[in-house]
């Protein structure tokens, strides 16, 4: 199977996109490569290989999640650069 130019042009038009002769030809060639690519894929046997649903088989790969107690406030604040009772201090950001 091979791609035309005026099969590009069409689906182009589907797209609705506009192109130059010149940028149709380029987009003809490149898709007789692709389709030349995928019939080199077709040629392989792949009679005893079972579908995958991802090309990964990877399962469950995360963690559990565990309930543990948290730190506590004072905790948070003890390795804080500027803090005052209940709050981290930062610099200001933002102009008024």
């Known amino acids: 199977m091979s791609v035309t130019k005026k099969d590009a ?3 182009a038009n589907l797209a609705r996109l506009k192109y130059s002769d010149e940028e149709l030809e380029n987009f003809t060639h490149q898709m ?3 389709l030349a690519y995928v019939e080199k894929l077709n040629e392989l046997d792949t009679e005893n290989i ?4 991802h090309p990964v088989e990877n399962t469950n790969v995360f ?7 948290s730190i506590g406030h004072d905790e948070a604040l003890k390795n804080a650069p500027d803090s005052n009772d209940d709050y981290f201090k930062v610099p200001k950001v933002i102009n008024q």
């Open 9 to 11: 042009e069409y689906i």
């Open 50 to 53: 079972e579908p995958l649903s």
């Open 63 to 69: 963690r559990d999640d565990l309930k543990k107690k």
């Open 32 to 34: 007789n490569e692709i």
